[in-house]
């Protein structure tokens, strides 16, 4: 067995889906999958089966708290630097003497901050949260009206970071070549740009999934917080202390005089997380390898990887599908 191989066999095992979503899959429609053999269109968005078997096990049973903060984003699209920050910003207390002793210098930003249906609904028991400590932090890939119910009709609060959908593509791209087995071989940038225009790939499409958090964050701005990678990376600053005031946590004044902004973004940025051994060598409970999350993370990437006519294409699909919503990538 290769060293890919344990891997696949656990990401690809559909026989450990639940029956609710055995009994789904033949009636909804199917593309070729990037990572899976296969994903399916449920409700307006595509997921792979044993995906759509944590996000149905989530909605069923995940309850909500007023206290708990979810991340959300589509997947590449900064989501790892992120569930780093609003860790540092949530837990600031703990670590306010030293650095030293940090979390995150020896687990994974996606084990301190798990993700619901890719995570810990991601197979076949039910998760007892019971031992999560309050603010409880989530992250999840889910578009808006997936949500579970709980989450819509508590007071937690909603931090949403969307990327270019350009550079979010070509990630995804990466990481699913990544993820798929020397056996499969890569899928050609040609084809899942195909895919990627059409909305067929996990958790598409794009523009439906930013258009629905932007909409709510424009009707609940108290609850919802839209956040542009782009911005986020120009003035993180700003930023970081825009979320401590959006999470009911904000900046002190001491803290804003002694550099807890400038030691939270040292602790959380790429050249940081990706040096550490746990991010360099460790896996995940999926058995993802931890350095597969850390790539690049740069602005602009899809021009090394991407023709102009290529990213136009893009561009011209995503003004398209997001004429009259108001966002503007």
Not at 233 to 257: N, Y
Request: with cysteine.
């Amino acid at each position: 067995m290769t060293p890919s191989q344990p891997l696949q066999a656990k990401y690809l095992q559909e026989d450990e889906i639940s029956q609710k979503c055995r009994d789904l899959l033949p009636l909804l429609p199917r593309e070729k999958g990037w990572i899976t053999t296969s994903i399916y269109q449920y409700q307006g968005f595509w997921y792979p089966p044993k995906v759509l078997s944590g996000l149905l096990a989530c909605q069923d049973h995940f309850q909500a708290h007023d206290t708990d903060v979810l991340l959300i984003t589509a997947p590449k699209s900064g989501t790892t630097w992120l569930k780093a920050i609003l860790f540092c910003l949530l837990n600031r207390a703990e670590f306010s003497g030293s650095m030293q002793h940090h979390s995150l210098l020896t687990q994974s930003p996606h084990n301190l901050v798990p993700f619901l249906e890719n995570g810990l609904y991601f197979g076949q028991e039910i998760p007892n949260l019971a031992s999560f400590a309050s603010p409880r932090l989530f992250a999840s890939h889910l578009p808006y009206h997936l949500l579970p119910t709980s989450v819509k009709d508590s007071g937690c609060k909603l931090v949403y970071l969307c990327r270019n959908p350009k550079d979010t593509f070509v990630s995804f791209w990466h990481f699913a070549n990544k993820m798929r087995s020397k056996a499969t071989g890569e899928m050609p940038l040609g084809e899942c740009l195909d895919a990627f225009c059409r909305g067929a790939y996990p958790f598409g499409p794009y523009w439906d999934h930013a258009q629905g958090y932007y909409k709510a964050s424009s009707e609940m701005p108290e609850r919802v917080f839209f956040l542009r990678y782009e911005e986020m990376k120009e003035d993180p600053h700003v930023h970081v202390k825009r979320l401590a005031d959006f999470l009911g946590c904000p900046l002190g004044k001491q803290e804003l005089m002694d550099g807890t902004v400038d030691g939270i973004l040292r602790m959380c940025s790429f050249d940081s997380l990706s040096a550490l051994e746990v991010n360099k060598s460790g896996k995940l409970s999926t058995e993802v390898e931890t350095e597969w999350f850390f790539r690049k993370g740069e602005v602009g990437d899809w021009l090394n990887h991407m023709s102009i006519e290529m990213g136009e294409r893009i561009d011209r699909v995503t003004q398209e599908n997001m004429h009259g919503s108001g966002l503007k990538l």
